[in-house]
């Protein structure tokens, strides 16, 4: 009798390992966690003035919770950079940010994302450099635009790059730009995320910034190639409006392709889409004193100020006015 169970259980030990591998396999479609790259995250807590594998350039500071970027204050720029370049072709990437100040309805620039050839290059575009090579992910909380084009803000879009394109940031990067999606982010309590996939030359980016723990989708776009041994990064900029911008933590996965070809060179392709966004009239802001302009604290000082020296000009005329008809009425009794 215990021999028979005996064999009765190892004749169900073969169905029972390719149950929990079956199983395991699904897990890990699910969740990529299995396939975490620590040389490419960023996860709390930061001890010390550094950061291990990345390294910091401008205005960044490093508490225990998180990485700030930039303060809340004007014309600051910062940056953090991995230092090992990605060799995987297919990946995914999770970032707990935070964007927050104290400008109720003026408040800027943002922050962006990278994968790309060059690192810790300074530069114009949400503090780093313009005609980048690879992809960038920009979080554009200020609308610079005022045209028939504008789009609601803040904004999240993605611009792939060879070198040769140019962020057009007084039109809010819309003419390069290979899709994009509005997300309220900025001065939330609760976490702000987003996830960034490229699969099988696929990227797909969601987000999840209504408190709701679920993401939501932002972008979705076939055709894009990107090589591999490029770098991430972040980086922010403020310019005459300001903000706080944190990245809270960076979770980096390998995504394991099945049917993956070994015999292309990934690390030479040039960077691509077959799609951009539908292209728009680049139409200039109209011309004028403060026409269709939103009025920053620049302009709204020197209105201020133009319209105090009118009103003193107005005050001394009428002085000498009133005083040069006092003296001819007095010359008429004499």
Known sequence: MASHRAVECVCFLPLITVFLTLSLA???QKTPGDYLKREHSLIRPYTGASL???DIIGNTMITNSYIRLTPD???????IWNKVPLRVPNWEMHCHFKVHGQGKSLYGDGFALWYTKDRMRAGDVFGNQDYHTG????FDTYSNHNGPHNHAHPYISAQINNGTLHYDHDRDGTHTELAGCPAQFRNKQYETQIAIRYYKQRLTIMTDVDGKSEWKPCLDVDGVRLPTG??????????ELADNHDIVSVKVYELEVPD????????NIEPSADLFS???DHVDDPKGAFKNATLTWKRMFLLIFCIIIGVILCIVVGV???QKRQEQQRKRFY
């Open 26 to 28: 699904q897990e890990a």
């Open 52 to 54: 291990p594998m990345w």
């Open 73 to 79: 204050k004007q014309s600051r720029s910062g940056s």
């Open 135 to 138: 992809l960038g992910i920009y």
């Open 230 to 239: 490029y770098f991430f990064g972040a980086s922010a900029a403020t310019g």
């Open 260 to 267: 993956l070809d070994e015999s292309m060179d990934y690390a």
């Open 278 to 280: 539908p292209p728009r």
């Open 320 to 322: 000498v006015v009133f």
